[in-house]
C-alpha cells in the first residue's frame, strides 16, 4: 500500500494526472437512453481494436499464390491467394478463430451503425449547434473513417465477394479522365488484381486508418467534455446547468456494465449468426460473377447509386473517354457528404443564430430541419435500396427495368415528398403539444354545468411534462438589412429568402400569460 501511494504520489508531482482525473470525474451525463448510441459506438470499437489484434497474429497479407491444404476439405488442393488460406485457416484451424473472425464482423457493422444513429440523434435534437460545431465534423469524419476501415477489412480475404468488390473500385477510378488509370496502377500495382493490394489494404486497415480514427475519436471526446453534454428540456435544467450523474463513481460503473453488455451480445451474435462465410465463395475469379453479389450495408449507397445511372453517358472526347455513368454518381455523393458535414455552419448562417445552445430540441419543434433531415435519410435509403435491385428482381419476379426505373423516380420524388410529409406532421405535432399545454389531458369523464351545459374535464398536465411542451424558443425570419455602404446585396437577399423557407412556418409556444389562462380555465 504504501509503494503504491509513493508511485501514486510520484507520477501526480510529474504530470499533474489527479487534477485531471478530477475534473473529469466532475463531468455529468444526462441520464437519457439517446446518448447510449454514442457509448455503443465507443464500446464496439473496442471490441473491434480487440478482437482484430488477435486476427492480426494470424493473417498473412500476401497475394503470393498457394495450394490450400487446410481442414476444410471441399477447398483442399485448390490455388488461392496467401491471404485466403490464411483466413481459412483462422477460421478452421485456429482455436477461437472462426468466433473472433465473426465477433469483428459484427462489432465492426455494430460500429457503423451505432455512430450513423448517433449522428442522425445529433441531428434531430440540434445538439450540433453552437459550440458543437466543430464536434459534429469530427464526428462525420469519424463516420467516413469506419466505413474506409470497414471496406479494407472487408477486402482483405480475398475471397469471391470481396474481390467483386474491388473490381468495382478499380472500375471506378479508371471511369476518372486523364488521372483514373495511374491512379489504378498506384493502388493495385499494375493491372488488376496486381499483386500488392492486399498488403497495402492491409497496412491502411491496421495502422493508419486505426492512427487516424483513435486521434479523431479522442479529440471528439476531448471537446464533448469540454463544450458540456446536450439534455432535454425540464425543471432545473438550463444551458448553464447540467442535470445528471457524475463521472466518478456512478457513471462510471453504469458506462463499464454497458460495455459488458455490448461485449457479451456481441459474441452471442457472433455465435449463433454466420456472417461472411469465405468458404462458400472460394478465392477469387472473374468469371463466377452473378446477380446477388453484395457489399456491407454501409457500402450500399455507393453500389446503388452506380446502378440508377441510365445507360450510354460515355463519350469520347480529344482520344479521352469520358464516364459520366461514373463521374455524375461520385459527384453527387461527393456533394451529400459535404452538405452533411458543413451543414450546423449552412443553418448558422441562415438562422443568423450565434447563441450557444446546450438544451436538445425536440425534433418536431424545429420542423423545417426535421424535414431535411427526413429528406436525407430517404435519399440515402432510396440509394441503398437500388444497391439490391438485382434481388429485388429475381426474390420478387420483377423486370430489373421495372425496378430501376421505379427507384430512379423514387430517387427524386421520394426525398421531396418526406421533407412536406414530415413537416406537416412535424407542425400537426406541435400544435397539438400547445393544446395540451393550455387544455391538459382528455380525461374522457363529463360533467354537466349548473346551466345545463355537458362538458368534458380535462386533467392538467405535470409541471415537468409542461416544461417539455413548451420550451422551445421561437424563432423568426431574418429582416433584409442594408450594409455599411447602406446597398442590400444578392447574398443578403438569397440569405433572407432561406431564412423565410426555414422559419416561415411555424407554431408558436404557449405564452405565461396563456399558460396561467388555460390553468385558471
Same mark, same amino acid.
Not at 417539455?468 to 423568426?476: H, K, T
Given at each position: 500500500?504504501?509503494?503504491?501511494?509513493?508511485?501514486?504520489?510520484?507520477? =501526480?508531482?510529474?504530470?499533474?494526472?489527479?487534477?485531471?482525473?478530477?475534473?473529469?470525474?466532475?463531468?455529468?451525463?444526462?441520464?437519457?437512453?439517446?446518448?447510449?448510441?454514442?457509448?455503443?459506438?465507443?464500446?464496439?470499437?473496442?471490441?473491434?481494436?480487440?478482437?482484430?489484434?488477435?486476427?492480426?497474429?494470424?493473417?498473412?497479407?500476401?497475394?503470393?499464390?498457394?495450394?490450400?491444404?487446410?481442414? #476444410?476439405?471441399?477447398?483442399?488442393?485448390?490455388?488461392?491467394?496467401?491471404?485466403?488460406?490464411?483466413?481459412?485457416?483462422?477460421?478452421? =484451424?485456429?482455436?477461437?478463430?472462426?468466433?473472433?473472425?465473426?465477433?469483428? !464482423?459484427?462489432?465492426?457493422?455494430?460500429?457503423?451503425?451505432?455512430?450513423?444513429? /448517433?449522428?442522425?440523434?445529433?441531428?434531430?435534437?440540434?445538439?450540433?449547434?453552437?459550440?458543437?460545431?466543430?464536434?459534429?465534423?469530427?464526428?462525420?469524419?469519424?463516420?467516413?473513417?469506419?466505413?474506409?476501415? %470497414?471496406?479494407?477489412?472487408?477486402?482483405?480475404?480475398?475471397?469471391?465477394?470481396?474481390?467483386?468488390?474491388?473490381?468495382?473500385?478499380?472500375?471506378?477510378?479508371?471511369?476518372?479522365?486523364?488521372?483514373?488509370?495511374?491512379?489504378?496502377?498506384?493502388?493495385?500495382? %499494375?493491372?488488376?488484381?496486381?499483386?500488392?493490394?492486399?498488403?497495402?489494404?492491409?497496412?491502411?486497415?491496421?495502422?493508419?486508418?486505426?492512427?487516424?480514427?483513435?486521434?479523431?475519436? @479522442?479529440?471528439?471526446?476531448?471537446?464533448?467534455?469540454?463544450?458540456?453534454?446536450?439534455?432535454?428540456?425540464? $425543471? %432545473?435544467?438550463?444551458?448553464?446547468?447540467?442535470?445528471?450523474?457524475?463521472?466518478?463513481?456512478?457513471?462510471?460503473? +453504469?458506462?463499464?456494465? &454497458?460495455?459488458?453488455?455490448?461485449?457479451?451480445?456481441?459474441?452471442?451474435?457472433?455465435?449463433?449468426?454466420?456472417?461472411?462465410?469465405?468458404?462458400?465463395?472460394?478465392? #477469387?475469379?472473374?468469371?463466377?460473377?452473378?446477380?446477388?453479389?453484395?457489399?456491407?450495408?454501409?457500402?450500399?449507397?455507393?453500389?446503388?447509386?452506380?446502378?440508377?445511372?441510365?445507360?450510354?453517358?460515355? &463519350?469520347?472526347?480529344?482520344?479521352?473517354?469520358?464516364?459520366?455513368?461514373?463521374?455524375?454518381?461520385?459527384?453527387?455523393?461527393?456533394?451529400?457528404?459535404?452538405?452533411?458535414?458543413?451543414?450546423? &455552419?449552412?443553418?448558422?448562417?441562415?438562422?443568423?443564430?450565434?447563441?450557444?445552445? !446546450?438544451?436538445?430540441?425536440?425534433?418536431?419543434?424545429?420542423?423545417?430541419?426535421?424535414?431535411? @433531415?427526413?429528406?436525407?435519410?430517404?435519399?440515402?435509403?432510396?440509394?441503398?435500396?437500388?444497391?439490391?435491385?438485382?434481388?429485388?428482381?429475381?426474390?420478387?419476379?420483377?423486370?430489373?427495368?421495372?425496378?430501376? !426505373?421505379?427507384?430512379?423516380?423514387?430517387?427524386?420524388?421520394?426525398?421531396?415528398?418526406?421533407?412536406?410529409?414530415?413537416?406537416?406532421?412535424?407542425?400537426?405535432?406541435? +400544435?397539438?403539444?400547445?393544446?395540451?399545454?393550455?387544455?391538459?389531458?382528455?380525461?374522457?369523464?363529463?360533467?354537466?354545468?349548473?346551466?345545463?351545459?355537458?362538458?368534458?374535464?380535462?386533467?392538467?398536465?405535470?409541471? #415537468?411534462?409542461?416544461?417539455?411542451?413548451?420550451?422551445?424558443?421561437?424563432?423568426?425570419?431574418?429582416?433584409?438589412? $442594408?450594409?455599411?455602404?447602406?446597398?442590400?446585396?444578392?447574398?443578403?437577399?438569397?440569405?433572407?429568402?432561406?431564412?423565410?423557407?426555414?422559419?416561415?412556418?411555424?407554431?408558436?409556444?404557449?405564452?405565461? %400569460?396563456?399558460?396561467?389562462?388555460?390553468?385558471? /380555465?
Amino acid at each position: 500500500m504504501r509503494f503504491t501511494n509513493a508511485a501514486a504520489s510520484y507520477i =501526480d508531482e510529474r504530470t499533474s494526472i489527479s487534477g485531471a482525473v478530477r475534473e473529469l470525474g466532475r463531468k455529468i451525463f444526462p441520464d437519457h437512453w439517446s446518448f447510449m448510441l454514442g457509448e455503443v459506438a465507443l464500446y464496439s470499437f473496442v471490441v473491434i481494436l480487440i478482437s482484430g489484434t488477435f486476427l492480426t497474429f494470424f493473417f498473412d497479407p500476401s497475394m503470393s499464390h498457394v495450394h490450400y491444404e487446410g481442414s #476444410y476439405a471441399p477447398l483442399r488442393g485448390i490455388e488461392m491467394s496467401a491471404a485466403m488460406a490464411s483466413t481459412l485457416d483462422i477460421s478452421f =484451424d485456429i482455436r477461437g478463430g472462426l468466433l473472433m473472425r465473426q465477433v469483428h !464482423h459484427w462489432a465492426a457493422l455494430l460500429f457503423v451503425a451505432s455512430i450513423g444513429l /448517433h449522428m442522425l440523434r445529433v441531428f434531430f435534437t440540434g445538439a450540433f449547434r453552437k459550440p458543437r460545431e466543430i464536434n459534429w465534423v469530427i464526428g462525420f469524419v469519424l463516420f467516413i473513417l469506419a466505413m474506409a476501415e %470497414g471496406f479494407t477489412g472487408y477486402s482483405l480475404p480475398d475471397d469471391l465477394l470481396s474481390g467483386n468488390g474491388l473490381r468495382i473500385i478499380d472500375g471506378m477510378l479508371k471511369g476518372f479522365p486523364i488521372v483514373g488509370t495511374w491512379i489504378s496502377y498506384l493502388l493495385f500495382g %499494375g493491372e488488376f488484381p496486381g499483386l500488392v493490394v492486399i498488403p497495402r489494404l492491409f497496412v491502411l486497415h491496421i495502422m493508419l486508418l486505426p492512427a487516424i480514427l483513435i486521434a479523431a475519436l @479522442g479529440l471528439h471526446l476531448l471537446l464533448m467534455v469540454i463544450n458540456k453534454h446536450t439534455q432535454f428540456a425540464g $425543471p %432545473g435544467r438550463t444551458n448553464e446547468n447540467v442535470v445528471g450523474v457524475p463521472v466518478m463513481p456512478v457513471f462510471a460503473a +453504469k458506462a463499464g456494465g &454497458f460495455f459488458f453488455v455490448v461485449f457479451g451480445v456481441l459474441v452471442l451474435i457472433a455465435s449463433f449468426f454466420q456472417i461472411n462465410p469465405i468458404w462458400n465463395y472460394g478465392p #477469387y475469379d472473374p468469371s463466377p460473377v452473378s446477380a446477388g453479389t453484395q457489399p456491407d450495408w454501409y457500402i450500399g449507397f455507393a453500389d446503388g447509386a452506380l446502378r440508377l445511372v441510365p445507360p450510354g453517358w460515355e &463519350f469520347v472526347l480529344w482520344g479521352w473517354t469520358f464516364s459520366f455513368n461514373i463521374l455524375v454518381p461520385v459527384a453527387i455523393l461527393g456533394l451529400f457528404i459535404v452538405i452533411v458535414a458543413i451543414y450546423p &455552419f449552412i443553418e448558422a448562417w441562415v438562422t443568423g443564430d450565434k447563441r450557444e445552445h !446546450h438544451i436538445a430540441e425536440r425534433p418536431r419543434n424545429a420542423p423545417t430541419r426535421t424535414a431535411i @433531415g427526413a429528406a436525407g435519410v430517404t435519399f440515402y435509403a432510396v440509394l441503398w435500396a437500388a444497391a439490391s435491385s438485382d434481388l429485388m428482381a429475381t426474390h420478387f419476379r420483377l423486370s430489373i427495368e421495372g425496378v430501376i !426505373h421505379t427507384l430512379q423516380a423514387l430517387l427524386f420524388l421520394g426525398p421531396l415528398i418526406a421533407f412536406l410529409v414530415t413537416k406537416r406532421v412535424c407542425l400537426a405535432l406541435q +400544435k397539438k403539444d400547445r393544446e395540451i399545454a393550455l387544455h391538459g389531458y382528455e380525461s374522457g369523464r363529463i360533467v354537466r354545468l349548473p346551466g345545463g351545459e355537458y362538458v368534458e374535464v380535462h386533467q392538467p398536465v405535470s409541471e #415537468y411534462e409542461r416544461w417539455r411542451l413548451v420550451s422551445y424558443e421561437d424563432y423568426a425570419p431574418l429582416m433584409i438589412r $442594408p450594409n455599411d455602404q447602406g446597398r442590400i446585396t444578392l447574398g443578403m437577399r438569397m440569405r433572407a429568402a432561406l431564412s423565410r423557407w426555414f422559419f416561415e412556418d411555424r407554431i408558436s409556444p404557449a405564452t405565461k %400569460g396563456e399558460l396561467e389562462q388555460g390553468g385558471h /380555465h
